[in-house]
């Protein structure tokens, strides 16, 4: 589905478990490192007609609604990691890079 203006709400407190798993991102295509978020996540806001949506998610379905919504911040997964593992993805990226082709995965 789609989802105009989200508002993310993640768990708090004793209700908040991180989930380490591999992340990746078009924004660093064929990379993929250990990226730590809670487990649970909800998203509202407006479909396409401006009516209320909302969705609710755990494991892989929580990551994505927490993945996207940073975009819509201007973030990517990259900005949520130390810089031991940022310098691990940029060094698996630019290994990978060679393997796409020119311009992806936009061109000027």
Same mark, same amino acid.
């Given at each position: 589905?789609?989802? +105009?203006? %989200?508002?993310? &709400?993640? %768990?708090?407190? @004793?209700? #908040?478990?991180? $989930?380490?798993? $591999?992340?990746? +991102?078009? =924004? ?6 250990? +990226?730590? @978020?809670?487990? #649970?996540? =909800?998203? &509202?806001?407006?479909? *396409?007609?401006? !009516?209320?949506? !909302?969705?609710?998610? &755990?494991? *892989?379905?929580? @990551? +994505? *609604? ?6 819509? @911040? ?5 900005? #949520?990691?130390?810089?031991?593992? #940022?310098?691990? *993805? ?10 796409? %082709? %020119? ?6």
């Amino acid at each position: 589905g789609v989802v +105009c203006n %989200p508002e993310l &709400t993640l %768990p708090e407190g @004793r209700e #908040r478990q991180l $989930d380490d798993a $591999d992340e990746g +991102c078009l =924004s660093f295509p064929g990379a993929f490192v250990e +990226c730590a @978020r809670p487990d #649970r996540a =909800s998203v &509202t806001g407006q479909g *396409l007609d401006g !009516s209320p949506v !909302s969705f609710e998610g &755990t494991g *892989l379905l929580a @990551r +994505c *609604l927490q993945h996207e919504t940073d975009h819509t @911040r201007g973030t990517v997964f990259g900005d #949520r990691l130390s810089t031991k593992a #940022r310098k691990k *993805l940029t060094k698996e990226h630019d290994k990978q890079v060679e393997d796409f %082709p %020119p311009g992806w995965p936009v061109e000027d």
